[in-house]
């Protein structure tokens, strides 16, 4: 009986800081075939034309009208796209590439033609908010707000260049703010895939270290309608993820454990070290209350490259591709 061919796989910007994270990840599979561009030919659009209509399947690592020029030169219907910048994860037409944000979401990533990658802060807020929303203990119209914090590698080859370059062009800075204007890319998706009518405010930072991400949505409980426990925000968290390999959620003995017996100083909980996930595709989510239940933290714990991007990225792959999901991760 006659074999059938290995997928092919194009990563179109596989020399950025995501394409190469990903690259790494397919590299040495045997149940794919990686396609590269002849290095000689890499600024000939005919060149990237024919691997982008050539493959099975096309992951885009580029900016976001890069991205956009590149699905423009995919003329075969049978091509499927992941594009991981921010260009499409709104857009009509393009399916949101968070396997677990939904009971739903997986089977409508391995049905679909055009997968947009999820952003890193994305991924924790939404991780977080969407199950509250859905089981109706946070109402889509209440004020959210998001703080985060992430290795300077979510910046890109500049940023990292920054913090890790001498001066008079590098960085010292050990902790950095941004996003003051409060119109951060990311704030559409987060709105639009949490279920929320209204944008977060969003207090997005970079930390002197490359890699690995906390994200925290502070909820005042007592606003909530039904005022719920936090008891019941981690429940329902735990009912929205039970039995997913990718996503855990933390119980009410770990956390109480955390908060009280392994705490260092001022209250320090070294299990929620932002770098601790680095490397995988693992996202951990935690709920800590106030001892009166009136108020809750919840914290997200993800590699910014990994389940924030490059790991987020071949879960999906495997799906569109028909593989086992966790193959690579």
Wanted: charged content about 20%; overall charge negative.
């Amino acid at each position: 009986m006659e074999s059938q061919p290995l997928p092919r796989v194009f990563i179109d910007g596989e020399a950025g800081t995501t394409g190469l994270q990903i690259r790494e990840r397919l590299a040495g599979r045997r149940d794919l075939s990686l396609l590269s561009i002849d290095p000689d030919r890499r600024k000939d659009p005919e060149a990237r034309r024919e691997l982008l209509n050539a493959a099975d399947l096309v992951v885009l690592c580029l900016p976001d009208d890069a991205s956009r020029e590149a699905v423009g030169m995919i003329e075969s219907e049978r091509v499927k796209v992941i594009d991981a910048s921010t260009a499409f994860r709104t857009a009509p037409g393009w399916t949101y590439g968070f396997p677990e944000m939904t009971r739903d979401q997986r089977s409508a990533i391995r049905a679909a033609t055009r997968v947009s990658n999820p952003g890193c802060y994305p991924t924790g807020f939404i991780g977080l908010v969407r199950p509250l929303v859905d089981a109706g203990l946070l109402p889509a119209g209440f004020p959210v707000s998001v703080n985060a914090i992430s290795g300077y590698s979510g910046g890109g080859k500049g940023l990292i260049a920054e913090f890790e370059g001498a001066r008079p062009k590098g960085t010292q800075d050990a902790f950095r703010t941004y996003g003051l204007s409060l119109a951060h890319k990311h704030l559409p998706e987060m709105r639009i895939h949490s279920g929320l009518d209204h944008a977060p405010v969003f207090a997005p930072a970079v930390g002197r270290y490359a890699q690995g991400m906390l994200v925290e949505v502070p909820l005042a409980l007592y606003a909530l309608p039904g005022r719920p426990s936090p008891d019941q925000i981690r429940e329902a968290l735990q009912a929205a993820y039970a039995g997913e390999r990718f996503v855990q959620v933390a119980d009410a003995e770990a956390c109480a454990g955390l908060q009280k017996a392994r705490a260092g100083a001022a209250g320090h909980v070294p299990e929620l070290d932002p770098e601790s996930l680095n490397g995988s595709n693992l996202l951990k989510l935690f709920v800590f209350g106030s001892p009166d239940g009136a108020q809750a933290r919840l914290l997200a714990l993800l590699d910014n490259l990994g389940k924030g991007a490059s790991g987020a990225c071949v879960q999906s792959l495997n799906l569109m591709l028909g593989l086992a999901e966790d193959v690579g991760l």
